[in-house]
């Protein structure tokens, strides 16, 4: 049979009217609301308080914690989806890991479920379980703070926690991988653990410590896996319940061969192209008890899934319709989860779903065409669903793939605006060929999350291990060594002022000073994350399902995987390049602006008529990354082989390099928020390019755009890039497809790895920010991921608007007609936090003694003046947890030590927390578990008691310097909030 | 002629013949219709745009101009044009790129490299490169040997050509380096010819004629419709009847669109009298459609 059979492959016939199910799940998703589900967290914080065993070894105290929870994992049945299993007991669930950043949601416990931006529902009950039973217990042992207590350097981990430098991704996640389920499907979990039992026996025979080690892996890896099968087990028995129960016969059906084929899969081998991908579902359930739900990839689907496919059609047993209808439920069922997301985090991550990336197309090992069939269908769902997750990926060999599927991409990418997006094969394979993968395995890889590459299967690469923002170094050469947010703390190495400078080369040098620097200090950082990990998150389960851990008797965490890396993505490149270039352009080669002037306009964000139009100046002539001009494609080629050469000269835990990428999610528009004005123009605030994408407005000519961006693909980008591509929409899509076929070829043949698109103008986008309501299903490219444009936070939106427009028809950028004023940021609610206090406390007041200091807390919240309010502040809480019960059942049994400080020195608080009883002293006190500063008054109003509490925003913003256990900010915050809920109340 | 007069150059053009293309736009027209596309390419020497909502009125052209063609009044730059040589020193200080200097000379070595960047976007889509203008026949030795150096590169080329040149010079210097030739006809009646383009129409239709000759397959004849020019009963009629006698086998019709009107202004040139603001609509365009057997309709 040819991997081609299907007469159409656009598969037209094929539509949601005709297949019933999948609309109405399709629905369904719309409709639900996400809500947090604890199960997880209950369960694995259950057995690591009663059950676990001090003798066991990392790896199976994982399996361990993973089993118990599987094994208890509810059963449900949410829908009419063909597929067995669920994330999370929620129809929309967050999981949460309290072994990462779970407890950041202890402020919000009482109020995530009503927030105004992307509420997460959450029940009383659960949020008492959490309050009281879950988060205190891992108040010292989540991974930051394991991390923190073996640093002794604090540098690194301060410039993370301030989090405009880089974001150490080890502290919330490894994930972003992708499993091979090759064994898993022609051996079933039973033949894994066979095997594993296998090694197991001979280890244990042999002798020495490291064969313990290895025969302890063993034996966790066949636990995890048997928690699996444990889950499955218990989804066959509520499915035989529930169609003992049901009346309609249709349903009882279902459910009858739901539970057979939870009876079967994945225990034992499949059988069919259903009890496959019912399998790959359950083990990416299985591999969320063990690791966070992000960017976890199930891969090149269309080339697992075939041979399964190809089978049971040949055989009769299985329709193209019937085959489409199970991926579209498979699609709709990796979209069934989202990460827990604090309010604060919105901001820097709002409206991303959890990118599992599913890779189809390219070629095969042997590097021939691997189209199939199957490819097509699951084009289709993708066309079809048009939602958020997964993450569909086009892999295309220009030379191997057929016209015909480049277009067929090209037409879904322009029915659904925005997906799959484009992976070019020849670039990619050489890239990881240049990591010391071996071409096959090159040949055979897949995307992770957003855009990173992995040999499906082989490559543990942990890439979103370092988030790095350009534009800090930058700031920094600017100012030697020092940011304009943080003030005169000397950040970095102390280099020379601009004036004093002599040439670009000089400053160069000293930009890559700053630069190496930082990457220095977030490398450390990562290692010590590393070695975390290795204690507390190994990943037998996962280590299972791929190639590599079974061989050597590893831990994927220990290096178990056949390739081993860690990935760095950056922010910000596009601006930082463009800084570079007017620098050299216009203060050296033209002698323009003096440096010393232009550094001065900086500190002044370019303020004043002169201040003006030396912007426009800079922002008209500098040589643009995105433009043929000589001197932005060195420059964007220097920093490219910079980082490639810093990078590739570090080794990481697990024995791997560091490999660059350029993929920013929505960090760009977040850290630029928080950037100052720079060389090119950009004033302070602006929103940062995103990817590897030119500055919007920069790059007026389509084809030099894509020339300059497929320059600098190949080797020196071995974690790929997000480059995002705004296209008009046209009448004649026939003919524009065809084009836009023709043009990602083109730019492919020129070097570019990857390239994805919306479809849109800025006239829809500025409309569907006017009216959301009009556009509820809106999806948007992000930066390697999709989102809804309605979830979005207002920066993201304005820079999914400002992206530049291209239109095919004409090859060139459309004008920009501007962002709408959008006026200051209102307070929520419409009311300063002042306001809301006084209103709260002006009821209490009447059930109050007169003798008491409302009238001097009603004055102070008006002055903010932060010595008087935290005082009040303190006092009421201590004043409360003495006369309210509830109140001090928080702290029954807590013990913690806070101290409070204004940057001035001239406030310092302290609260101790002992027995059940609060003190509050005006005193230094020593092993404080953490100290916190605060600018004034305001920021720390803000920090702790806004109706909107911002611990993360109060950080990035600089407000609040903290150190020490974070933890305790986070109950001390829930405390707070608590008290806030409770005063009209009282 | 070692250098051209290049007013712009129009990358991924799709409208300009096959594929994706590059259109080197030359500057210098023999012709001046009224309706012209591109007014800043008539003249055949180089020009300053002049784009008013720009200007800041900082006023630092005024020193940049050597022939004190400028001046600042009421916050915004004025150009006299009678003084103005289109030398275009005055557009490197400006901040806000409101004035903008139209006409570059280029080398065929620099033209080439240029159009060579795109050379995968040619191979991927079948494209090529377009001279068109202005009228490129104007700097025919310049573009004969930016021609001969583009076949050299194996590239497709074209050329949309207002017909009014020297037909001997024309064959030796490009025909043999064309694979494509747009040539646009306007009006039938040689007077009205002569009274709005500047120019009669003898030697144009002469030229069309002798190149079918030479290049049956290789000719698209084109005839804007323009209301009210071309766009007249009488000269669609005429010219249909005329293209059918000389057996051209390819015919195109432009549909009007304004793009011009708002063009000519930023060079201080008058725009056409009683030209419609609003592009040429669809069911217009089905009535000139019937005059002809079978024509393509291009750029819209």
Request: aromatic fraction near 8%; charged fraction near 25%.
């Amino acid at each position: 049979m040819a991997r081609i059979t299907l007469p159409d492959i656009a598969l037209r016939e094929h539509t949601l009217e005709s297949l019933p199910r999948l609309r109405e799940l399709r629905e369904l998703s719309f409709a639900r609301r996400p809500a947090i589900c604890i199960e997880r967290a209950r369960h694995v914080t259950r057995y690591l308080k009663d059950v676990d065993q001090a003798t066991d070894t990392p790896e199976v105290r994982q399996a361990k914690k993973v089993r118990y929870f599987l094994e208890r994992k509810s059963a449900c049945f949410h829908d009419r989806n063909l597929l067995a299993g669920s994330t999370t007991s929620k129809e929309l669930g967050a999981p949460l890991f309290p072994e990462y950043f779970a407890l950041t949601l202890w402020p919000e416990l009482l109020t995530v479920s009503e927030r105004k931006k992307n509420p997460q529902k959450l029940s009383l009950e659960d949020a008492r379980e959490l309050n009281f039973d879950i988060f205190p217990f891992w108040m010292e042992r989540n991974v930051l703070e394991q991390a923190r207590k073996r640093i002794s350097d604090p540098t690194g981990l301060n410039l993370f926690e301030s989090l405009v430098f880089f974001i150490a991704g080890k502290a919330g996640c490894i994930s972003h991988c992708v499993p091979s389920y090759v064994a898993m499907l022609e051996k079933g979990l039973d033949g894994i653990i066979a095997e594993a039992a296998g090694h197991e026996k001979e280890c244990r025979q042999a002798a020495g410590d490291e064969e313990r080690r290895k025969a302890d892996f063993y034996q966790a890896m066949g636990i995890a896996l048997e928690g699996v099968k444990a889950y499955a087990a218990n989804l066959a028995a509520e499915a035989e319940r529930l169609a003992a129960r049901a009346g309609d016969p249709t349903r009882k059906n279902e459910l009858a061969e739901l539970a057979a084929v939870c009876r079967r899969v994945p225990a034992q081998p499949a059988r069919t192209f259903r009890e496959a991908i019912n399998a790959i579902w359950l083990c990416q359930v299985g591999i969320h008890a063990e690791n966070i739900n992000m960017a976890m990839s199930p891969g090149r689907l269309d080339q697992l899934l075939y041979p399964y496919y190809r089978r049971d059609i040949e055989a009769g047993q299985l329709t193209v319709a019937a085959a489409l209808e199970l991926v579209g439920c498979l699609w709709l069922k990796l979209a069934d989860n989202v990460a827990m997301v604090p309010e604060a985090s919105e901001e820097l991550f709002g409206g991303a779903g959890t990118v599992p990336a599913i890779t189809l197309g390219g070629v095969d090992t042997q590097g021939e065409d691997a189209v199939n069939d199957l490819t097509y269908v699951m084009l289709r769902a993708t066309e079809l669903l048009q939602i958020r997750d997964p993450n569909v990926n086009a892999r295309y060999h220009y030379e191997k793939n057929p016209p015909a599927y480049s277009q067929r991409v090209a037409e879904v990418i322009i029915n659904t605006r925005a997906v799959p997006a484009f992976f070019n094969d020849a670039v990619n394979i050489d890239a990881l060929v240049g990591q010391g993968e071996a071409l096959e395995h090159a040949r055979d890889y897949a995307v992770i999350g957003c855009v990173e590459l992995a040999s499906n299967g082989r490559d543990y690469p942990a890439s979103s291990s370092i988030i790095l923002n350009l534009v800090a170094p930058l700031e920094m050469a600017l100012h030697g060594g020092r940011r304009l947010i943080s003030g005169d703390h000397q950040i970095g190495p102390r280099t020379p002022e601009p004036a004093q400078l002599k040439s670009f080369e000089q400053f160069w040098e000293v930009f890559k000073t700053q630069l190496d620097w930082l990457i220095g200090q977030a490398i450390d950082l990562n290692e010590h994350f590393g070695a975390v990990h290795q204690e507390m998150m190994p990943s037998p389960l996962l280590s299972a399902l791929f190639e590599g851990p079974m061989q050597k008797g590893a831990d994927l965490i220990r290096g178990g995987a056949r390739y081993n890396s860690s990935g760095a993505t950056h922010i910000g490149f596009a601006d930082v390049v463009d800084s570079l270039n007017a620098i050299e352009q216009l203060v050296w080669t033209e002698g323009k602006f003096s440096f010393a002037g232009l550094r001065e306009a900086l500190d002044n964000d370019f303020a004043g008529d002169a201040g003006e139009k030396m912007r426009l100046f800079l922002k008209n002539h500098t040589p643009r990354y995105g433009t043929e001009h000589p001197v932005a494609r060195k420059n964007a080629k220097n920093l490219i082989r910079h980082l490639f050469e810093v990078y590739q000269g570090h080794t990481n835990y697990r024995g791997g390099r560091y490999r660059p990428a350029y993929w920013t999610m929505t960090n760009h528009a977040g850290l630029g928020a928080l950037a100052g004005a720079m060389p090119h123009g950009r004033k302070s605030g602006e929103l940062l390019a995103s990817g590897i994408t030119p500055v919007s407005g920069a790059a007026p000519e389509l084809t030099a755009c894509l020339n300059a961006v497929a320059d600098l693909g190949g080797r020196e980008v071995p974690g790929c890039w997000a480059f995002n591509m705004k296209y008009t929409p046209e009448a004649d899509q026939e003919a524009m497809r065809d084009r836009f076929a023709q043009t990602v070829a083109a730019y492919f043949r020129a070097g570019g790895q990857q390239v994805q698109f919306n479809l849109m103008t800025y006239a829809m986008l500025l409309d569907a920010k006017a009216h959301p309501d009009k556009y509820p299903e809106l999806m948007v490219r992000v930066s390697g991921y999709s989102a809804y444009f309605k979830d979005l936070n207002e920066m993201m939106r304005n820079e999914l608007i400002s992206r530049s427009q291209y239109t095919l028809s004409t090859g060139a950028a459309v004008p920009f007609p501007g962002l709408p004023a959008d006026g200051k940021k209102a307070e929520p609610g419409g009311q300063t936090i002042g306001d809301w206090l006084r209103k709260a406390l002006s009821r209490l007041l009447l059930f109050t003694p007169a003798n008491r200091p409302w009238r001097d807390f009603d004055k102070c919240l008006k002055s903010e003046v932060a010595e008087e309010f935290l005082q009040l502040l303190l006092r009421l809480m201590e004043l409360t947890f003495a006369v309210n019960p509830a109140f001090r059942k928080n702290i029954e049994g807590f013990a913690g030590r806070y101290l409070f400080k204004s940057a001035d020195g001239e406030v310092t608080m302290a609260a101790i927390f002992k027995d059940g009883t609060m003190e509050v002293r005006e005193a230094l006190i020593d092993n404080a578990d953490i100290t916190v500063t605060f600018r004034n008054g305001r920021t720390l109003l803000n920090l702790i008691l806004s109706p909107r509490q911002d611990i993360l925003g109060s950080m990035l913003r600089q407000d609040v310097k903290t150190e020490g256990n974070l933890n305790y900010l986070y109950r001390f915050g829930a405390m707070a909030k608590q008290l806030q809920l409770m005063m009209p109340r009282i | 002629m070692n250098r051209g007069l290049v007013g712009d150059i129009g990358r991924y053009a799709v409208h300009d013949g096959p594929g994706i293309r590059t259109t080197v736009f030359f500057k210098g027209c023999p012709l001046h219709c009224p309706w012209c596309h591109n007014p800043e390419f008539i003249a055949g020497k180089p020009e300053v745009a002049f784009y008013p909502e720009r200007c800041l009125g900082c006023g630092d052209c005024v020193a940049a101009c050597p022939e004190g063609a400028i001046t600042v009044q009421g916050g915004a730059a004025r150009i006299l044009r009678s003084r103005c040589s289109g030398c275009g020193l005055c557009a490197a200080p400006c901040p806000a790129l409101a004035l903008k200097r139209t006409g570059q000379w280029h080398t065929v070595e620099s033209l080439t490299e240029l159009i060579l960047r795109d050379r995968l976007f040619y191979e991927t889509s079948g494209g090529g490169v377009t001279l068109s203008g202005g009228e490129p026949t104007q700097q025919l030795g310049f573009a004969g040997q930016l021609l001969r150096s583009l076949k050299g590169h194996g590239l497709h080329t074209a050329i949309q050509t207002c017909g009014l040149f020297s037909w001997e010079a024309f064959a030796e210097q490009a025909l043999a380096s064309l694979d494509l030739i747009f040539f646009d006809l306007k009006l039938f009646d040689p007077a009205a010819h002569e009274r709005w383009l500047g120019h009669g129409n003898a030697t144009i239709i002469g030229n069309l004629r002798r190149l079918l000759r030479a290049r049956p397959e290789g000719v698209v004849a084109r005839i804007p419709l323009v209301p009210g020019y071309t766009a007249v009963e009488n000269n669609i009629a005429a010219l249909a009847e005329l293209l059918r006698s000389m057996g051209v086998r390819r015919v195109a019709l432009l549909p009007y669109h304004p793009w011009g009107l708002s063009k000519a202004g930023k060079i201080g040139r008058k725009s056409g009298n009683g030209l419609p603001g609003k592009p040429m609509r669809l069911e217009e365009l089905s009535v000139w459609q019937r005059y002809f057997d079978q024509a393509e309709l291009l750029g819209c």
